[in-house]
């Protein structure tokens, strides 16, 4: 049985938690009965994860690309998943999940529920650095009455590939991509069966494919198809950054890049 960390209570019931904030006992009536979180039913197939991904409030806090605020949320007593579980936030006592997730803070984003904060937690980490557009997630803990808004930040790639990252321009979208060859070369292939002109307006030199990543992923609600984007929302950026120069190195902001801006008009 896993070490007692704290107990928590709701209405007559007691509820013993592990270190990962897990429950793992109830007590009634001065009665501990053990409890196996997996028996509620609340978790999906794509939330479940193996102990060793089912993450402590601590685990998230340690790494350096998460940021975790922890405000009073709302606090049910959890129990077994029924048929009809009712609308968000109105679960009967003991009938509702333990913990859930929101992506996005709640903005268009999509709700999962779980057993354990454990399992909530561990799919957040999982899931940001794939998806960091859907930053911030809100995981509530039903439990102990805790949201926890966690945001994630991916790393700033630093220079040192042989690669480029280019920036074109064909009057009607912005393309973002990479190249280990010359950038002319990836134009002049572009160019077949474009009847826009397609003119190359950055570089960056000594780039690797997380570099463009990066750039792509900052860029995702402006996404049109493939590696193009929304020309006129980009435009008005590079305008209030002061150029294509300022404008890339806000998207990657270390030092030593080698930026090439050619002139547009």
């Not at 077949?192 to 463009?212: D, F, Q």
């Not at 806000?250 to 002139?263: D, E, H, N, S, T």
Request: overall charge positive; some cysteine.
């Amino acid at each position: 049985m896993p070490r007692h960390r704290r107990t928590e209570s709701s209405a007559s019931t007691e509820f013993r938690l592990n270190p990962k904030g897990d429950v793992y006992a109830s007590v009634v009536d001065g009665v501990t009965e053990p409890i196996n979180p997996d028996d509620w039913g609340w978790t999906g197939k794509r939330g479940k994860n193996k102990p060793d991904k089912q993450l402590s409030l601590e685990d998230i806090r340690v790494q350096p690309e998460f940021s975790v605020e922890v405000r009073e949320g709302p606090r049910f007593l959890p129990g077994p998943r029924p048929k009809r579980y009712g609308k968000w936030l109105k679960w009967d006592e003991g009938a509702a999940p333990p913990s859930c997730i929101r992506s996005r803070a709640e903005e268009g984003g999509t709700r999962a529920y779980a057993n354990r904060l454990s399992d909530s937690l561990g799919q957040v980490a999982k899931v940001l650095p794939a998806r960091p557009e859907r930053s911030p997630f809100h995981v509530y803990d039903f439990v102990t009455g805790r949201m926890i808004v966690i945001g994630y930040a991916a790393p700033s790639p630093k220079p040192g590939s042989t690669g480029t990252v280019y920036v074109l321009d064909d009057g009607h979208g912005i393309k973002i991509g990479h190249t280990m060859g010359q950038v002319y070369a990836r134009v002049r292939s572009l160019q077949t069966g474009n009847p826009r002109r397609i003119r190359p307006v950055a570089e960056i030199h000594g780039a690797s494919v997380k570099v463009e990543s990066n750039i792509q992923d900052r860029l995702s609600q402006w996404n049109t198809t493939g590696e193009w984007y929304a020309r006129e929302p980009i435009l008005e950026q590079v305008r209030e950054a002061g150029g294509w120069e300022q404008w890339l190195l806000g998207m990657i902001p270390k030092a030593g890049w080698a930026i090439v801006v050619y002139q547009t008009d």
